[in-house]
């Protein structure tokens, strides 16, 4: 085995146990007036494979299942009624009437079905294949396939199962917890095809993405996977839709592929020597890493045993899930607050800092400890460099290693009874101390000694991966200083700031951007910077981390080799972007902005696409970048949008009326963007000291016109895809109508570039129109109408 699978510590739900040990066991299929009751199962031709109905005690309920046949541990792989079980052993599986297979209940109701439109009544069988697949198909013809197990997961993939791109189907649900197949709080979910990016979702809410690349017909999801040579994804086509196929190199290996109840996408593979499933991977790698996997008001030990604990002075919120691994259901108080100055607090130590913390304007722990205090709704505070507030449940607490430097202080409201003698004082005593003078004295002087020696050993080693590569790493200014050899190299600039090329210790290059004439405070910045860099996503420049140290307000990047995208566009001695090159560009661009638009928990408007803002990788794979600065000057929205642009061209009409920005206004500049890319010259130049040509107004004519070769990059020779060529061109045009309401979101974006839907050419905006009446057919725009494009950019 490699070296990072690793023994399967505990078998949650998959130690089921079955109604009964005298079954009988049947052929591999059931034909028209058959049928499958109690201890009565199919066994696949093979032996590999049983369905049958089963129970986990001391459940009363049945479910319709299968499992391996061949392994000791009762697996269960699908279920077919995990939302309807049934009570007693009398229920029946058969053939309907209408050729579909269903599940009656004692009672003879129907509870479950295959609900297929193509079946034919008196031709139809059904299979239990090798695979594990139980397939509806013609009696006659075996290719003839009605309906199949494999389009329908539960919670397992198994080699040859498959998953499809939809919005609302092909999910992975993970069970309910240990004893229960209904869908749990967790599933996985196909974003897209054509980067195979998956998503991990709790209660629908998206949590954690990651993404894999082409390999031919070959996805790679997850490169780390394929070390044990044991699997990867495929795309494939049919008539019914695109799906990924899961498939193993080893045909011999007996492995699965679970959205378990834990939160985690697993591996696992079966060692028959040691008769136990063993884990090869899992992503999130870290079990706390999944989102609220325990609960409101508990905290999570990577190191415990179950990993999710209450907090002291609580309870689990229902014993039995809890005890069953449904931590997620999380935990109650034991006793309510008085909402007074009853209550008390507990310093909680080196924690991870909850979701949702909102800050506060309190210059002090008194302060805060007092703006807490007096609001009910206020369970848990923290001051660190700022006063943070938490009215809500507290998810995602974490304890942390010794020096993780994400680590908070955090201090939990509770009822006067629930803090022990000895930690029941005010908040005030536990976060100041002991107030006696020569012990301050002492206390003060050892902290001062920690934080010289903490931050001269950080100044020797700034590691990116101390911590882990998911790390949002604080920086100081002298650290950036020493890696960006004092900010002498410079890449570039732009209204934010100007960017810096630095090295870190083990030789990773960065991008430092040191952000100029930004208002925020220390607290204010390092709240939203917590939030920007937990948004990760394979379109998205990463964030590795930050200053905020006086005046000093610097974020770290990863560096892009292949620069920005406007330098490919435009620069005179760049390499010519293919136009297959420029595609993707387009797409993974459009991914980044529906991603920050629709899948993030606060929806965020970019507020500044263009083609600077698009940076390449080693591959040309687009990452939209600066997309937290908008989060970040939010406060001051309207003021900062309209004096930190002055680039004619991306702006949308809504920011001259004064009218609410919603993401519709990235949607326009995006369009804009798709106009450069197409034709390789910006939208709006200046040709001499009166003429300015404005290519919208000439792309919008020609495309309804069908003239779209002639809009293409003249470079390029004619050599694009005409297809694509065309949906980039009729996207381009809808995305810059005039009223927010009639452009398409960027998830529709998304959905037309990978060709899953059709747009129809588009009328001409009218704001386009009124610039086009006296245009010529050089689109030359005289001195008066290139003023009516300047105010109309710039106001």
Known sequence: MDAKTRPLLSLPFLLLFFSSGNYISLADTISSGESLTGTRILTSKGGNFELGFFRSYPSPKY???IWYKKISEGTVVWVANRETPVSDESSEVRIAEDGNLIILDQSKVPVWSTNSSSTRANSAIVELLDSGNLVLRDKSNSTAVFWQSFDHPTDTLLPGGRLRFSEDTGFLFSWRNSEDPAPGPFSL?????????????????????????????????FPEMRSNSINNFSLETTDKGNYFTYFVYNSSIITRFVMDFTGQMKQLEWLESKQQWDLVWSQPRAQCDVYSLCGPFSICNENGRPPCSCLQGFEPRFAKEWNLGHWSVGCIRKRPLSCGKEDAFRLLTGMRSPANGRPSSAKSREECESDCRSDCSCSAFS????????????????????????????????????????????????????????????????????????????????????SGPDTLLPFSYMDLQTITKNFSEKLGGGGFGSVFKGSLPDSTVVA?????????????????????????????????GFCSERSHRLLVYDYMSKGSLDSHLFGKNSEVLRWETRYQIALGTARGLAYLHE???????????????????????????????????????????????????????????????????????????????????????????????FFPILAAKKINKGEILSLLDCR??????MMELSRVCRVACWCI??????????????????GLVEVTTLPVPRFLQVLAVNLDHNSTITDSESSIIQNSETQ
């Not at 263009?610 to 390449?616: C, I």
């Not at 809504?654 to 804009?672: C, F, L, N, Q």
């Open 63 to 65: 479910y319709l299942g």
């Open 189 to 221: 979910r196909l974003d897209s095809y054509v980067t195979a990016q998956y998503s991990i979702l709790w209660n629908g809410t998206r949590t954690y993405s990651t993404s894999g690349v082409w390999n031919g017909q070959i996805i790679e999801l």
């Open 383 to 466: 001051f660190l460099v700022g006063c943070f507030i938490w009215k809500v449940d507290l998810v995602n607490l974490q304890y942390l290693s010794d020096g993780d430097p994400r680590a908070v202080n955090i201090c939990l409201r509770l009822a006067a009874s629930d803090v022990s003698k000895s930690g029941n004082r005010s908040s005030r005593a536990l976060l100041v101390g002991v107030t006696v003078g020569p012990l301050a004295g002492i206390i003060a002087f050892l902290g001062i000694v920690y934080m010289v020696h903490y931050r001269s050993r950080r100044r020797q080693r700034v590691n990116p991966f101390a």
């Open 512 to 544: 430092v951007k040191k952000l100029e004439g930004l208002g925020q405070g220390e607290k204010q910045f390092r709240a939203e910077v917590s939030t920007i860099g937990t948004i990760q996503h394979l379109n998205l420049a990463r964030l590795r």
């Open 599 to 693: 899948n993030c928990r606060d929806c965020i408007i970019h507020c500044d696409i263009k083609p600077e803002n698009v940076l390449l990788d080693a591959s040309f794979c687009p990452k939209v970048a600066d997309f937290g600065l908008a989060k970040l000057v939010n406060r001051e929205f309207s003021r900062v949008m309209t004096t930190m642009r002055g680039t004619p061209g991306y702006l949308a009409p809504e920011w001259i009326s004064g009218v609410a920005i919603t993401p519709k206004a990235d949607v326009y500049s995006y369009g804009m963007l798709l106009f450069e890319i197409i034709s390789g010259r910006k939208n709006f130049h200046q040709i001499g000291d009166v003429e300015f040509r």
């Open 716 to 721: 390029l020779q004619g050599e694009a895809d």
């Open 737 to 754: 109508q005039d009223e927010e309401h009639d452009r398409p979101s960027m998830g529709q974006v998304v959905k037309i570039l990978e």
